[in-house]
Each structure stands twice: as C-alpha cells, then as structure tokens.
C-alpha cells in the first residue's frame, strides 16, 4: 500500500500553500491607528467624519473606536498650539486662536472685516432662522440688499432652504454647516451670545473678509447702510 504523502513537506506547511491571501492580518495597534488618523486629519484641508474616518482601516475598526481615539488625540493635542475639534461637519486640526494671530502676520490675506449690514443679516438669520427677506428687514427696520444676501450666500454661511407658501413664495433662508464649521461649533445651540458673534468671526481662521465696500452706493435712508445709527433692531422696535 503506497503513501503518497510528500514527505519534503512539513504537515504544518502543506496547510498553507496555495492560499497565502487568506491568512489574518495582524490587529492594528493602538498607537497605530492614531498616527493613521492624525495623517489623515492633518493632511485634510475639510473636516472628516467618522464615516470616512472608518475607511481608512476597511473595516478593522469600528465607529466607536474611531471616536473613542479620536477623544485621546483631542487630550493629547490639548496643550499644544494646534488642536484637534469636532465641528458641524466631522473632525479637524486648527490653529487655536491665541496663536492664529501670529501667523496673520505673514499671511497675504487681509484680517476679516464685516460690514454692519453683513453682521445685522447673518445674525439675524443664525439666531432666528429659518427667515425670509421680509422677516430681516422687519427685524432691521431697513431694506435689505441683495447683495448683503448674496454675500453670506456665496461664503457659504447661508443658503436658501425652501420657499414660504405666501403670496410671492419668498425664498427662506438659514446658516450652513460651513458656518458652523467657521466658528468651530458643532451645532445651533453651541452659538455664542449675540454680542460676542462679531469677535468670534473675527477669530475664526482663514476666514475670507466681507468688505463694508463690497456694499452698493446708498439710493435711499431706508437701503442697508454703515453710515446710519440708527438702522437697527432698536430703531426699527422704536
């Protein structure tokens, strides 16, 4: 009775031939994943969101995981000068406030300004969305301009979100998740109060600025303007 078994061929290696593809690999360290997840973060130049995040390792490490990581890299960025959050729109490295404004010094882009108009509207909108045209110039007391509007539309800090079913259907406005995600917030309710909105902007980093010049030449005392005190939510409550 012949064998036929070869025995050139360890048993424990006969096992294994013909289908390398299939062996495990080899669980992903800790410190791995982090480094991993810092590339990617720090390579971004939008937020990344835990879905896409999870990606990167094809199924090895859950969502639960991945922001449970995500947490201690937060702890450890803490003290450091750039930080890791979470916005609207995922996760993200920024430049902490404090340290942006040395870093403007050598930048070619200009520290954002705001017109009065600009700032009015978009609070107007943040803090009472979702508003028409009519409901803003009823808050103001002055007509608004279309290019206010068009302003915060093309930044992508507001955009149209339907139409109210009124005689004329004016268009309705609301903020974005790149707002949010220019203020670092991760929702509505994280706003700062009203009266800090206009220094929060202005901390914001990379923020492309909003010229009072950018408005059009004035035809009438009720038209958007810097110009007039009293174009205000107080003149128009008075």
Do not use: C
Request: aromatic share 4%; net charge negative.
């Amino acid at each position: 009775m012949n064998d036929h078994t070869n025995p050139e061929i360890p048993e424990e290696e006969s096992t294994q031939v013909g289908m390398p593809d299939s062996a495990p690999e080899l669980p992903l360290e800790l410190s791995e994943v982090k480094r991993v997840l810092e590339a990617a973060l720090l390579s971004s130049t939008e937020p990344l969101t835990v879905q896409q995040l999870k990606r990167l390792f094809s199924g090895e490490i859950d969502a639960d995981n991945i922001r449970k990581v995500l947490d201690e890299l937060r702890v450890e960025w803490a003290e450091r000068p750039v930080e890791l959050t979470s916005v609207a729109s995922g996760w993200r490295f920024r430049v902490k406030p404090d340290y942006q404004r040395f870093l403007d010094r050598i930048s070619s882009e200009k520290p954002p300004r705001y017109s009065r108009a600009v700032l009015e509207t978009l609070a107007i909108i943040a803090y009472r969305q979702p508003v028409t045209r009519g409901d803003i110039e009823d808050i103001r007391g002055v007509a608004v301009s279309p290019p206010t509007l068009n302003a915060l539309v093309e930044r992508g800090w507001v955009e149209v979100v339907g139409n109210r079913e009124t005689p004329g259907r004016p268009a309705i406005f609301a903020t974005t998740k790149k707002f949010l995600d220019d203020l670092n917030l991760r929702s509505l309710e994280e706003l700062p109060p009203l009266d800090e909105l206009q220094s929060s902007l202005e901390q914001a980093p990379h923020l492309v600025a909003l010229e009072a010049a950018s408005q059009p030449p004035e035809t009438s005392s009720t038209s958007d303007g810097d110009d007039n005190p009293e174009s205000t939510e107080s003149h128009h409550a008075g």
